[in-house]
């Protein structure tokens, strides 16, 4: 499960403070040296996130800072070579890039999306074992290919297959979006377990960039988020049997790939949310300062604004906690002991965490640009939001909320009322 990412508990989130200086709004207690890295890479990002968003190009600056300072394998376990952060400690590394730049926010989150899922499930393999440690030498970047043409963004079914001779495999699949695949290293790829297996019957296969032909099918012009490069390729992977994780993707996805995903996505739009909230600060702040002795009417607004990112920072700082609690019930032993009850509320939290931040961010920003008023829509200023807005309408389309409260319906009907004072 998630669990074995989470290594310490989660303090109660704090008050923001200034643009990339602040403390991230997960308030964990990272080492000084990897919060420090990550403001270094923020603002090296901040830098260059204007001319990523406006030719749609990676933020290649970002990540070879990233990679000088060896925060792509953050999360990769010390046994491997890697800094073995906790899940908790990501999340703020996450938010902290993304007051630099949203796309490259994104990217990292999702390259430990895919380190999490190798590590919590491939670590019994001694070529999975090898890749954490070859992650850790060389900074590799990892990406994922889980959506496919004929079936859309339902990552749950795939339409091609793998195609096994003795110890190799081969796998071919038209995904309408691979994001940063042209720059990854490495793409996890989902595909039925046979040929004649159900569209459901999936596994997860890490493809190596040497091993692996793109062949680019679509481009990203799109609203925000277009430093994620999140193009279409025609993808034709081979390689050894053993690159094929041995846990089911169905289970995968629940323990792992669904609960880290929504919480480092989470990270990185209340990332964004705080950006903005301090660019809100510093015009109200100008505003007092032209007229002294008066309280600007955009006060209101501002403190709704920060009203708003202090919900986003305690409904992060629940999930990680109730992803905390999970780890200890597995590593304890008694998570298949855990009441079905129990597992269908984790479940149903992380999901109504996805879907009830990536709608409060855009609120947030919403207030901020009523704030900052022209300033604040024109793009160039110092309280331009306009990238913010855009990258945040990414938000709720990266699993379509409905689909996901049409999902988190089903695991509320399943779920019987809790005890009369219990939680």
């Not at 300072?69 to 073995?84: F, H």
């Not at 209340?270 to 007092?288: E, S, Y």
Request: include cysteine; hydrophobic fraction near 45%.
């Amino acid at each position: 499960m998630i669990a074995p990412l989470l290594q310490e508990s989660v303090a109660p989130g704090g008050a923001t403070g200034e643009a990339l200086d602040s403390a991230p709004l997960v308030a964990v207690e990272l080492d000084s040296g990897w919060r420090a890295a990550a403001r270094s890479v923020a603002q090296i990002a901040a830098q260059y996130a204007d001319s990523v968003d406006r030719d749609a190009r990676f933020p290649t600056e970002a990540f070879d800072a990233l990679r000088r300072e060896r925060l792509l394998s953050a999360m990769v376990p010390a046994s491997y070579g890697g800094a073995g952060l906790s899940l908790a400690d990501i999340a703020a590394i996450c938010e902290i890039l993304a007051q630099g730049c949203a796309s490259t926010a994104m990217v990292y989150a999702m390259h430990q999306i895919q380190v999490a899922c190798i590590e919590e499930h491939g670590s019994g393999s001694p070529w999975q074992c090898n890749l954490l440690r070859q992650l850790v030498e060389h900074q590799w970047l990892l990406a994922s290919a889980t959506s496919e043409e004929t079936i859309g963004g339902n990552m749950r079914t795939s339409a091609c297959a793998v195609e096994l001779d003795a110890e190799r495999f081969r796998i071919e699949k038209l995904a309408p979006t691979i994001s940063y695949g042209a720059h990854a290293d490495g793409i996890l790829v989902t595909a039925r377990r046979t040929a004649e297996s159900a569209a459901a019957d999936q596994v997860l296969i890490v493809a190596l960039r040497e091993d692996t032909l793109l062949e680019k099918r679509g481009g990203w012009d799109s609203m925000g988020m277009r430093g994620t490069c999140s193009e279409g390729f025609r993808l034709v992977a081979t390689g050894l049997a053993e690159q094929i994780l041995p846990t089911p993707f169905a289970e995968i996805a629940d323990q792992t790939m669904l609960p880290v995903s929504h919480t480092l996505w989470a990270s990185v739009w209340t990332g964004i949310a705080t950006d903005a909230v301090n660019r809100a600060k510093a015009f109200f702040r100008a505003q007092a300062r032209a007229k002294p002795g008066s309280v600007p009417p955009a006060g209101l607004r501002l403190a709704e604004a920060v009203g708003l990112l202090q919900m986003m920072q305690a409904r992060l700082s629940v999930a990680l906690d109730a992803a905390r609690v999970a780890h200890l019930s597995k590593h304890g032993g008694c998570q298949a002991d855990a009441p079905l009850s129990a597992l269908l509320g984790f479940a149903s939290d992380m999901n109504t965490l996805k879907t009830s931040i990536s709608s409060t961010a855009l609120l947030v920003v919403q207030e901020v640009l009523m704030i900052c008023g022209m300033a604040g829509y024109k793009n160039g200023t110092e309280y331009s939001v306009g990238r913010h807005l855009r990258d945040l309408h990414s938000a709720p389309l990266m699993i379509n909320n409905d689909r996901i409260a049409q999902n988190t319906a089903s695991l509320l009907l399943a779920q019987r009322p809790a005890a009369p004072g219990r939680a």
